[in-house]
């Protein structure tokens, strides 16, 4: 009896054993659209249901943090420039999905990278990973916006102590305007438009005014929400006026926080001839742009 049940315990360890070393039950390949197994919290990682596709200097920063209100967002903390940047595009959607935030079922996880707006070829490519996906663009008067942008690349100068470049010299170039100037090439939403449009039908693309957003925030909040048809959670308690800022700062389950101080750093300034001139030169292109998205903004 002695000797049965010892042999029997050595069995029952055996099979202890088997069952600690055996691998876990191998899943199907990983799938487009498939999310990870869950987290022991229940959170997964999904592919982004929402995308900003910018523009920079548009305000994105400022529309990821408030969509962030809204409990069923998760947003992804970094720009991850998976669709634009070619070492990260190779990487595959396996590696894209493991940049994105661990979220619940049912929540809508969100990324930004403002660089897709110009990047000619990620329309195709977003639209391969989903075609139903939502876009949100944030666009402002696009003078103001190579302005802004001029400041951020002069920033950046200083900060390596590189030699600035003033602003006339960039902007102009034999008294007109420097067509080969990048930021004002970015300025020319019609011209990327036109190409994010071959890729998707307009209803899939929500434009948020910028401008607009830093003045009346929840109002433009109220129709983001309404496209992205989440209920509506976003209200005035989430925003009060900082005075010494001049901004809207946000308060997000009792804890207030405002954007980084980059975020509304002023503007060099420009002559008023060139500033003229500028305005003059987007004249046309705004025109164009108001034309491919049947709405027209406050600029010139
Ligand atoms: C759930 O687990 C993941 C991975 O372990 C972690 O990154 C995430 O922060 C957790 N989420 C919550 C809400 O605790
Ligand atoms: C602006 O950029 C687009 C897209 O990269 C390019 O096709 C176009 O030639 C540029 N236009 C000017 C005026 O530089
Ligand atoms: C308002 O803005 C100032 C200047 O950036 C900042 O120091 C202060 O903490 C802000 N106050 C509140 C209540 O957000």
Redesign the pocket.
């Known amino acids: 009896v002695l000797w049965t049940t010892s042999l029997m315990a050595a069995f029952l360890l055996g099979l202890l054993l088997l069952v600690l070393q055996s691998p876990p039950v191998p899943s199907r390949p990983w799938e487009r659209g498939d999310a990870e197994p869950p987290a022991p919290n229940g959170t997964v990682q999904q592919l982004p249901d929402v995308i900003i596709i910018g523009v920079r200097k548009g305000g994105t920063r400022a529309l990821i943090e408030m969509l962030s209100l809204h409990r069923v967002v998760a947003a992804a903390q970094n720009e991850v420039h998976f669709f634009d940047w070619e070492s990260h595009f190779q990487r595959g959607l396996p590696w894209y999905l493991s940049q994105m935030p661990f979220s619940l079922p049912g929540q809508l996880t969100v990324e930004k990278t403002p660089a897709y707006f110009t990047s000619a070829k990620v329309p195709a490519r977003i639209r391969q990973m989903n075609p139903a996906v939502k876009l949100l663009l944030i666009v402002r008067d696009p003078t103001e916006r190579v302005l802004s942008d001029y400041t951020q690349v002069l920033h950046n100068r200083l900060q390596k102590h590189k030699r600035p470049r003033p602003v006339e010299a960039v902007l102009m170039k034999g008294g007109e305007v420097n067509l080969g100037y990048k930021a004002l090439n970015r300025s020319l939403y019609y011209l990327h438009m036109e190409n994010w449009l071959r890729h998707f039908p307009l209803r899939s693309i929500h434009l948020v005014d910028g401008d607009r957003l830093v003045r009346e925030p929840l109002a433009e909040m109220k129709e983001v929400e309404r496209f992205l048809e989440l209920e509506p959670q976003i209200g005035a308690a989430n925003f009060?006026f900082?005075?010494?800022?001049g901004?809207y700062?946000l308060r997000d389950r009792g804890k207030?926080?405002?954007l980084h101080?980059s975020k509304g750093r002023a503007h060099p300034h420009v002559q008023p001839a060139i500033l003229h001139k500028l305005y003059r030169y987007f004249h046309q292109p705004n025109r164009r742009f108001f034309q491919l998205v049947g709405r027209t903004f406050s600029w010139n």
């Open positions: 009060y900082n005075k010494t800022k901004f700062c207030e926080r405002c101080d």
